[in-house]
């Protein structure tokens, strides 16, 4: 009788000992937990609330991020990761790119839109912010720029080649099938015909229409001011009211703060 009084007293205490154990292991886990996330904060004081995309890098559509190219698909998924966070405020892009193809900035465009209806989003230029880029740019609630950084560049631009002249001096001879007179439009192997040039002209001319138009809507901007496409430094680019303030990436976030902190006390 003492056995089997002794065996189930014991046996009533596991139960008692496991959820102190899963309790202590719980209490262990939100310790660690909010000592990270005190750590964090600590030590990104200056960032807090602010998440910063690198936009560095020729612009071209796809997922792809190797220092010299930057795909609309990463920077894409950022802004929406980031517009979805709770923890975060608002959002700087840091952008550092000489621009890249009209579809890689409207992909980017469209999750940039999105990421505004939530929070938002301001640009720090570094050393260039031109072509592509600044398309990007002139969506942002604000920009910054340094006086120094090269920035507009407002244009399309389609380049051909033609080697033919060599190809023949050198005894190369090309011999080209096609389906239509255009197919191989752009071959460096022949100049483009009139009929090939003014049909080039019109896409760009097209394709540059939708990029000014898009900006001057965004941004009081003069389109005189910027048509001819050349590049602006920062400084003169804030009296035309291409950028609105001069700083650094630190005032960018500082400004991207406060613009967090005025769309908090309006809601």
Do not use: C
């Not at 009533?12 to 904060?41: D, F, N, Q």
């Not at 409207?106 to 938002?120: F, H, N, R, S, V």
């Amino acid at each position: 009788m003492d056995i089997f009084e002794e065996q189930t007293t014991t046996a009533g205490k596991k139960p008692h000992s496991t959820l102190k154990l899963a309790l202590g292991i719980a209490a262990g886990l939100l310790l660690v937990a909010g000592l990270m996330l005190a750590t964090y904060y600590m030590t990104h004081s200056d960032t807090q609330g602010v998440t910063v995309i690198r936009m560095e890098g020729a612009m071209q559509t796809g997922d792809v991020s190797d220092g010299e190219t930057i795909g609309s698909e990463v920077i894409g998924k950022q802004l929406r990761d980031a517009a979805d966070d709770p923890l975060v405020e608002a959002i700087v892009i840091r952008v550092d790119s000489p621009g890249g193809t009209p579809a890689a900035a409207q992909e980017i465009i469209g999750d940039l839109e999105y990421a505004k209806t939530k929070k938002p989003v301001v640009v720090s230029m570094g050393d260039i912010a031109t072509s592509a880029a600044y398309y990007v740019s002139a969506h942002a609630d604000r920009i910054y720029a340094n006086p120094d950084t090269f920035t507009a560049g407002v244009g399309v631009i389609w380049q051909f080649s033609d080697i033919s002249g060599w190809m023949k001096s050198e005894g190369y001879n090309i011999s080209v099938v096609k389906s239509g007179s255009k197919k191989d439009m752009g071959s460096t192997s022949r100049p483009l015909t009139d009929e090939e040039t003014a049909y080039a002209e019109k896409i760009v001319k097209d394709s540059f229409e939708n990029f000014i138009t898009d900006v001057t809507t965004q941004r009081a901007i003069s389109r005189s001011d910027i048509e001819d496409g050349r590049v602006i430094r920062g400084a003169d680019a804030l009296t035309m009211n291409i950028v609105d303030e001069l700083g650094n990436l630190n005032n960018a976030i500082e400004g991207a703060k406060e613009l967090a902190a005025s769309r908090s006390r309006s809601s």
